[in-house]
């Protein structure tokens, strides 16, 4: 009796310190989540930014690149193959003498230019400004201006640019991150609104809008301890991230902001679930002596099922980081590829064809991936010379690449699907590639692993990545009990290794 009362006694003990845990635990818990959930608004955000930073760097490298009688006809190109979902209305450009008159003009297709029209006007006003970002109301919809202006013989400027539908960037930039209880908004370092759920407010000053001060982008918090505030947008309390945001646009910064409530809310059940944890605990104290034999059992079955559960875990947390990595492939390969085609089109019309072929092979590789997610190494070794030869339409001297099959005969063996192709990204993505000095790549494969090494000449401004094509061929290697995978660098030089898998 004694002993039953001492248990309950320390039942009741360790089920209060628990639950005082867990409420913290859940607290600290859901500070975590949000701050991840704001890294992945912060990256979400600042790759569609990067869009338009690419569609204006386009923009420029055309202007430079092309003879003024042909520069609409590329511009339109630009414009139907790259324009966010309509987002960025029109490319367009003016030629004016040291007077600021209109010498010549391009503002899209059908149009004419009215020397009284408000884009016309702003843009003529500050002619020698470069990548100016500028708000305009017109009609009652907010147009984003950004244009850049460069000299010509004879006292001649040329100034192109973009004009971006603010009503359609913010339907655009709302459905991303959807599944996250929270709202950013952007702001140029001078307090200039750039994105925010409130479409009235892009434009304006954000710092005198709202609680938030340009002090608050000097004395950043660390994101694991976001400060309370007051939302002005929600009027409510919330947790708000600030960081810096990166476009080449623009200097600027970025608040996610994330309900309190929903702390609160996530507390109270589990205040609840502690008393029907108690009562449960209390029973089963009662009936413990007797049914232990039965609930050893048991526990043991669930750990066979647990193991199985785990094994079905692992394969599905590969497939989506193999869905995450052919998302993060697809745009990026697809639109500098299609850059590539097209100056290739006219300059050398047989490489083109050739060049065609090759995407058109590596693309059907790449949305058929097998369903175990490993593959005949043959299979990955054809593919990889397909995908060495785009990049070298690129990178004509810039890229040395080597493969050296060394094995004794052909196998069955297998690696992961798309593994060399991830390794080969890596190097290119992660690592300096010029005429100077070029990006040396070579493949070598024995009968039991395969060897990727890159000289390591790694770029100055280092590119935050995910690593997801690691993470996923790590899963895979794990899923099928394979060791020896590797990463490493080793005497100037980057080194992969990928064990061949036995099936």
Not at 26 to 34: A, C, M
Not at 116 to 143: D, M, R, W
Not at 337 to 343: D, F, K, R, T
Request: aromatic share 12%; glycine share 2%; hydrophobic share 40%.
């Amino acid at each position: 009796m004694a002993i039953g009362i001492a248990m309950l006694l320390i039942t009741i003990g360790a089920i209060y310190v628990l639950s005082s845990s867990i409420n913290k635990s859940n607290e600290d818990t859901y500070k975590y989540i949000t701050s991840k959930n704001f890294y992945q608004k912060l990256r979400s955000l600042e790759q569609e930014f990067a869009k338009i930073d690419n569609h204006l760097y386009s923009l420029e490298y055309i202007t430079k690149n092309t003879p003024l009688d042909q520069l609409s006809i590329k511009y339109e190109v630009l414009n139907d193959m790259y324009n966010l979902d309509g987002v960025v209305s029109l490319n367009w450009y003016f030629k004016v003498n040291a007077n600021n008159e209109i010498l010549e003009t391009y503002i899209g297709k059908d149009k004419q230019h009215d020397t009284e029209n408000i884009f016309t006007k702003t843009v003529l006003a500050n002619p020698l400004h470069s990548k100016k970002n500028t708000f305009i109301e017109h009609n009652g919809f907010q147009y984003w201006l950004m244009y850049h202006s460069i000299s010509l013989p004879n006292n001649e400027r040329l100034i192109y640019g973009i004009v971006v539908d603010m009503a359609l960037y913010h339907k655009y930039l709302t459905n991303i991150d959807v599944t996250t209880p929270n709202y950013a908004y952007i702001f140029t370092k001078d307090g200039l609104c750039i994105y925010h759920p409130e479409n009235s407010l892009m434009g304006k000053n954000v710092f005198e809008l709202s609680n938030f001060s340009a002090k608050d982008t000097i004395n950043i918090t660390d994101a694991a301890n976001p400060p309370i505030v007051n939302s002005e947008y929600l009027n409510l309390e919330v947790f708000r991230f600030i960081s810096p945001f990166k476009s080449e646009n623009f200097s600027g910064y970025i608040t996610v902001n994330f309900p309190k409530f929903n702390v609160d809310d996530n507390i109270k059940p589990i205040r609840r679930n502690t008393i029907l944890i108690f009562i449960a605990t209390v029973s089963l104290l009662v009936t413990l002596f007797y049914m232990f034999n039965i609930a050893n059992k048991k526990a043991y079955q669930e750990k066979e099922l647990l193991a199985v559960e785990n094994e079905k875990i692992v394969k599905e947390k590969a497939l989506i980081q193999l869905q995450q990595l052919k998302n993060q492939i697809n745009p990026h390969f697809l639109f500098n590829s299609l850059n590539s085609l097209y100056m290739l089109i006219d300059l050398e019309p047989q490489t083109a064809q050739k060049f065609t072929l090759n995407l058109s092979k590596t693309y059907r590789y790449l949305i058929t991936p097998p369903e175990e997610n490993i593959v005949n190494i043959d299979n990955e070794i054809e593919f990889i010379n397909k995908y060495i030869a785009l990049q070298k339409t690129r990178f004509t001297q810039e890229l040395h690449f080597e493969l050296n099959d060394k094995r004794s005969e052909k196998s069955v063996k297998k690696i992961p699907f798309l593994g060399l192709q991830i390794c080969v990204e890596n190097a290119l993505k992660h690592n300096i590639a010029t005429i100077e000095h070029p990006l040396s790549i070579s493949i070598d494969i024995t009968d039991e692993n395969v060897i990727i090494s890159n000289n390591y000449q790694p770029k100055k401004s280092e590119i935050e990545s995910e690593h997801f094509g690691v993470k996923y061929l790590d899963s895979i290697y794990n899923y099928y009990n394979t060791i020896g995978f590797m990463t490493f660098c080793d005497e100037g030089k980057y080194i992969c290794i990928l064990p061949l898998i036995k099936c």
